[in-house]
């Protein structure tokens, strides 16, 4: 079984900086793209950002400039660097995964649980 688990949401000032984390977890053998999406309250979840496997990132046009995906092949992990933090940046944050190798087949549309992200002052 493979699980998706992020963190490092919380509460931070506009204008502030965080980073979050999502780490895979179960036996992977290789895994695709990752990505991270937001839903904020009353509102369709959106893509953030994507980087596959070979390091190559895409992000949403309201976040250039400011956030930074990365990941860690090695740990299974994916990351989110975000900085110059805004209200409208309010979401409850998820990691994905569109495909996922292990133990021989391949798991498809694998999310986490969500982590707040919450810009106030």
């Known amino acids: 079984q493979v699980q998706l688990v992020e963190s490092g949401g919380g509460l931070v000032q506009p204008g502030g900086s965080l980073r979050l984390s999502c780490a895979a977890s179960g036996s992977i053998f290789k895994i695709n793209t990752m990505g991270w999406y937001r839903q904020a309250p009353g509102k369709q979840r959106d893509l953030v950002a994507t980087?596959?496997?070979?390091?190559?990132?895409n992000y949403a046009d309201s976040v250039k400039g400011r956030f930074t995906i990365s990941r860690d092949n090695a740990k299974n992990t994916v990351y989110l660097q975000m900085n110059s933090l805004r209200p409208e940046d309010t979401a409850v944050y998820y990691c994905?995964?569109?495909?996922?190798?292990?133990?021989?087949?391949?798991?498809?549309?694998?999310w986490g649980q969500g982590t707040q992200v919450t810009v106030s002052s």
């Open positions: 994905n995964a569109p495909s996922i190798l292990s133990m021989g087949r391949w798991i498809f549309d694998s």
């Open positions: 980087i596959t496997n070979d390091g190559s990132a």
